[in-house]
């Protein structure tokens, strides 16, 4: 059974930076979403299995950063330029495919979701 265990979270001033970590008991492509308060869950990267192929959502491109580190199962989230909307709890997944994906019912585990709070 695939474990994800996310962690990095935090409270940050607009503007600042942050990084969140995800890290898999085995090497998969990996997503990771968000869910504010009240809203549904939406997208916020993906990345292939060798790291090699990435995907944004169009709010976060240029701000964000994905990127993994195959020998750790380990999935990052380098967040800059943070702003008071990007407030939420961050999820990552994986999926068996080796692409990533932008549909969060592509992937096949979750984890437990690690909070990000930016102040204005």
């Known amino acids: 059974q695939m474990q994800l265990v996310e962690s990095g979270g935090g409270l940050v001033q607009a503007g600042g930076s942050l990084r969140v970590s995800c890290t898999a008991s085995?090497?998969?492509?990996m997503g990771w979403f968000r869910q504010a308060s009240g809203r549904d869950r939406e997208f916020v990267a993906a990345?292939?299995?060798?790291?090699?192929?990435?995907y944004y959502a169009d709010s976060v491109k240029g701000r964000f950063t994905i990127s993994r580190d195959n020998a750790k199962n380990t999935v990052y989230l380098q967040m800059n330029s943070l702003k008071p909307e990007d407030t939420a709890i961050y999820y990552c997944?994986?999926?068996?495919?080796?692409?990533?994906?932008?549909?969060?019912?592509?992937?096949?585990?979750w984890g437990q979701g690690t909070q990000v709070t930016v102040s204005s």
């Open positions: 997944a994986a999926r068996s495919s080796g692409l990533g994906s932008s549909s969060a019912g592509e992937y096949d585990y």
């Open positions: 990345i292939s299995r060798s790291g090699s192929i990435k």
């Open positions: 085995a090497a998969y492509a």
